[in-house]
């Protein structure tokens, strides 16, 4: 009773989650950075722009094609969308050119199609694309956009002194609540200490912000995705510990459609993101993108793994470098677990691997209603002693739920 008190009110282990009833399970959208980068020639590529019509775009994709339906709603503009000057108030302003109709009416065509809005700013004096940052304009920063009716600000972390972050993101924070208006905080306050030697205070980081990048920004390959994963299974500080309702660790964008991975890779990050209670946002083009990917981003199994209320981060139990490692998350169902299999073994075969449930810490008696979660199909009744038996493609995965019997 008293733990699940502590869960619901994002409570957990010595950590209060950031009080503003939001990203209770990890956020969903989609972000323009990964694919889309800071491209302003919208002469040269009319549809690959950043401009007020790849976001529209995007979202009349969202809201058509069962990406809405599955939960994905951030349309989450990223760096580049800002006039290279604030306005003679001091105030942040979008580029001219590039959203004629500017931030508010960008918020209004979402929301009158039942999405959300996510901007981009940074904690430093600039953006990582040296356009202007917040430092100096928070509270005036926070009020622009509760005024355009923001749902989601990302507050990046370059131009800044990361010493500094433990007071420079709680005071953004402030004032993003003193606004009123609920706006989940996502921080690259960890990321950008970790990257200089500083040991976050996770604590801190997740009693002031909904979701939070702990390491490098991924890049479209499978060499990225697997290093992130390393980052991630080493759990140093065990970091996962700080994920729950209301605030995650954010390994990054979904790669699903893009260029780097094979469809076999593709539905391993998206397996890997739903164990780690990830922040599920896609980077690519919905206009084209691959019908095999687009199955996998709406897979409503794995997107139930991700979305358990439980919120919590999948631990790795133990991973052979290059090869095989079993990742573990609980889920809400006292008692019941999300198991994965991610083969990174690069042999054109699938491995073939045999586990024995109390192994992995499933000690029930009675034993476990096995099922596989990509292809929803029952495996069978299983006891903690008998085995269990799975076959990996290559760098690919297989996820199962065991619930208690
Ligand atoms: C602001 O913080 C208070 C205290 O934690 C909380 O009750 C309130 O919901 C927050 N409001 C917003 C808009 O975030
Ligand atoms: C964090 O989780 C680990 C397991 O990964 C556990 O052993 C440890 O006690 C937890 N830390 C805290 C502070 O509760
Ligand atoms: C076991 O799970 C399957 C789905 O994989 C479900 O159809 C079945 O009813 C469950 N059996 C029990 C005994 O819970």
Same mark, same amino acid.
């Given at each position: ?24 399970t ?17 002469k ?9 019509n ?8 969202m ?20 006039a ?35 901007i ?28 355009w ?5 990302k ?7 990361p ?17 009123? &208006? ?5 921080c ?33 390959s ?18 996962a ?51 095999k ?33 079993v990742? &573990? ?19 054109? &075969? ?53 619930v208690?019997?």
């Amino acid at each position: 009773m008293m733990l699940l008190h502590l869960v619901l009110s994002g409570c957990i282990y010595s950590a209060c989650a950031l009080n503003n009833g939001l990203a209770l399970t990890p956020p969903m959208g989609w972000l323009s950075w990964e694919r889309y980068r800071c491209e302003t020639d919208c002469k040269a590529f009319p549809d690959s722009c950043i401009n007020e019509n790849l976001y529209k775009a995007m979202a009349d994709r969202m809201a058509a094609d069962g990406y809405k339906e599955a939960g994905y709603e951030y349309v989450h503009v990223d760096d580049c969308w800002a006039a290279q000057q604030r306005d003679a108030n001091g105030k942040l302003q979008a580029d001219p050119q590039r959203f004629p109709s500017g931030m508010q009416a960008l918020a209004d065509y979402l929301h009158e199609r039942g999405l959300k809005l996510g901007i981009y700013t940074d904690i430093g004096y600039a953006t990582c694309e040296k356009l202007p940052g917040t430092e100096f304009f928070m509270q005036s920063d926070a009020n622009t956009f509760a005024e355009w009716g923001v749902d989601l600000v990302k507050t990046d972390g370059c131009n800044a002194e990361p010493k500094e972050m433990d007071v420079s993101y709680p005071v953004f924070g402030f004032y993003l609540n003193k606004t009123g &208006r609920p706006m989940v905080y996502c921080c690259s306050w960890a990321a950008a200490q970790v990257v200089h030697g500083i040991q976050p205070n996770y604590a801190s980081v997740r009693e002031h912000c909904n979701v939070w990048r702990n390491y490098d920004d991924v890049q479209d390959s499978w060499d990225s995705v697997t290093n992130i994963l390393k980052f991630y299974g080493e759990n140093k500080q065990n970091f996962a510990n700080f994920s729950g309702p209301g605030g995650f660790s954010d390994p990054d964008q979904l790669l699903l459609g893009d260029y780097g991975l094979s469809i076999y890779q593709q539905k391993a990050q998206f397996g890997m993101w739903a164990m780690l209670a990830s922040p599920l946002f896609m980077s690519v083009d919905l206009r084209t993108i691959d019908p095999k990917a687009k199955a996998i981003l709406l897979n409503k199994n794995v997107i139930a793994i991700n979305q358990d209320p439980l919120g919590a981060q999948g631990i790795m139990l133990y991973g052979l470098p290059e090869s095989l490692s079993v990742w &573990r998350k609980p889920l809400a169902v006292p008692g019941s677990y999300a198991i994965a299999f991610l083969n990174q073994d690069n042999q054109g &075969r699938a491995m073939p691997f045999e586990i024995h449930l109390g192994d992995i810490g499933l000690t029930n008696a009675n034993g476990y209603n096995v099922t596989d979660v990509f292809d929803n199909l029952p495996r069978g009744q299983f006891k903690p002693t008998s085995s269990l038996g799975v076959l990996i493609d290559p760098t690919c995965i297989v996820i199962l739920k065991a619930v208690p019997l």
